[in-house]
């Protein structure tokens, strides 16, 4: 009743603000004949002490007020400087109403506003933007008041809707410019925290379920702000965060958003399958005309819960736990339409896609996705996407507890990895794989993408990485004498052929990378299941059949000695990485150099031209005694990760890229939508 009155008055006290027009037609034009003499630079509440509560119940009309910021020129926003002051001070004033329809009004005027003096500010005028918006003097106050009133609508028994439009000023503030650190006014933000106020969204069930998405994305967009300059109060509370509830409550807002990436991913492959050879054809010949952002449009919308997933990991050892918190799949809504979430394309009903008897976990979810995304990284958008992900993976492997829980043997998930179609093979992903531990699933991962991206525009820095994760992982396992059961042959040939390819592309490769230091990687790899294999392989088999490979693939080795050797002796730019190489292939050689007489002398006395695998591993196993190997240093160390300053350009663009794509979204959804009030004008 009381929302039905609410709107009946903005129509009927809307005669008040003029006095003499019972027009329809100028009632409706009323609220911009108001923004006019605004711009003007004159006060229409002279002589009615009723305008700003009448002014508040008009439906705003943020459009408007944008497109004559647009006008302006710099001394005609100095000028009107005041009355722009005085039009924020009563806006936040407004939120300390009850009436729900005057608070949609006035958090939309304010994100006007802001949007308005951005554009203008951040142009080419040179004004400070605290100064236009709220004034010097009163920024403190103003600001303070504005955040509290925000924090106890979010907090408060307030309707999400309100909640909703609450986060959605928030994200409008915090994307109003490109590079979130210039963003001066966000100093406001870190004196008066919100971050309880998300924390409480996020670890509420019913709250998370239409808001966790963008309290999630609001949180990590802070996090970024000067985040290597000064201290920034929401990546220390995010770093001690110890309530479970909430860290669960993050997990989830990032498991449901990749999930349904997943299902959309598999539903659109299983459609594709199984429309047959025309149906393939067709969507074969649609591609060519598609651009490139349409097709990595889904991936690049990604990026925002990405993001959030590596602060959470990389800041709080706590959130580890939520990776392997284990439950049964189910099908559930998605987070509501936020601005990590496309638009344009619903999601497919996948409820056929997923075995729902399977248990599953955020870790697994994560795999599934990185198996999706790192197929196709020819375009920028899926590069980087990749890229984060390795590097979130990079983190997870770094982290004891972590790799504990991935190697237990009591902890088995059925993590589904898709494969991109190749010449050799079709796109698949294999559903009768056992459950696992899932440090399987990401040896795995790695295997197949050291396999499936060899090209002459090698993904280097990727590559590295990806060696990088093995590395962590075989680090692991030696320290703790964990043995794995795993296919490890199946590595051992993933990474020769690197270097086989390596090899084969010399010329091309030496003038872009430092193809020394990524085969020195390879070969460490080996290295450490000489030195070390037999505290972590799983059977003194296993320990043979490495032994197996290095002699059956020997050509490989030498050739890459005699590379590594030819550089290390002249003045190039290689010259200090290929010495390295040469002195870390000294076992590997060693090795060869002392079975291949052995294998040759038992052939002969034999009589024989060509040996089995049998024979030639008899013949190994008897002849480890008279073996003589280097030991070599700092086989099991690497150099732990750090975001600065290797990392500190990539996230300062993918940052700029998430802030750009949440401003152009938060516009159409917060902004510039009559949706909010029309809940309260129907109620």
Known sequence: MAGKQQAGAAVDRGSLLRRGSHSKKALKEK?????????????????????????????????????????????????????????????????????????????????????????????????????????????ESV????????????????????????LGLMLVLVTATDNISQNTVLEYIMMNSVFESLIQIIGNISLRQRLGGEAVLLLTILVQYRKHEAANPYIVKLSILDDELALTGFAQVISGSLLEYNQQYQSKTTETESGGFFAALTNMVGNMFIGEEAKSEIVKTNDSILLALYEAIHLNRNFITTLTHSHTQTVVAPPSPGPETPTSSPPEPTSQVTDISQPTNLLVTFLEYCSVVGQDIKDVSRYNNTRLCLIILTCIVEDQYANSLMHDVNMNFHVPLHRMPMRHRKGSVDKKLPSRPLASAVLDLMVEFVMSHMMKNLPFELYSKCLGIIHRILCYQKKCRVRLQYPWKELWTATINLVKFLLSNETYLVKKHDIFQLSTRVVNIFNLFITYGDTFLPTPNSYDELYYEIIRMHHIFDNLYSMALRYSNSEGQWKESAVRLTNAVVNIRGIVNHFTPKLDSWSASQHLSSLTEEQVLNVVRSNYDSLTLKMQDSLDQFERYAEKPKETAFFLQLVRGIVGDVRQTAVEKYVHSSEFLQEFIAA
Not at 44 to 57: A, I, R
Not at 120 to 128: E, I, P, S
Not at 158 to 166: F, G, M, N, R, V
């Open 31 to 139: 609220i911009v004949q108001i923004y006019e003499a605004f711009f003007r630079g004159e006060d229409p509440s002279t002589g009615n002490p009723n305008f700003w509560d009448e002014l508040f119940l008009l439906k705003v009309n943020t459009q408007y007020i944008e497109s004559e910021f647009d006008k302006l020129s710099g001394e005609q926003l100095v000028e009107l400087m005041e009355t722009i002051n005085n039009l924020f001070y009563k806006c936040v004033e407004a939120l300390k109403q009850e009436s729900p329809i005057r608070i949609i009004n006035a958090i939309q005027t304010i994100c006007a506003l802001i949007r308005g003096v951005f554009q203008k500010c951040v142009g080419n005028y040179g004004f400070d933007v605290i100064n236009i918006l709220v004034g010097f003097d009163s920024a």
């Open 143 to 166: 600001l303070q008041n504005l955040i509290d009133r925000l924090n106890n609508i979010l907090t408060l028994d307030y309707s999400p809707t309100l909640k909703s439009l609450a």
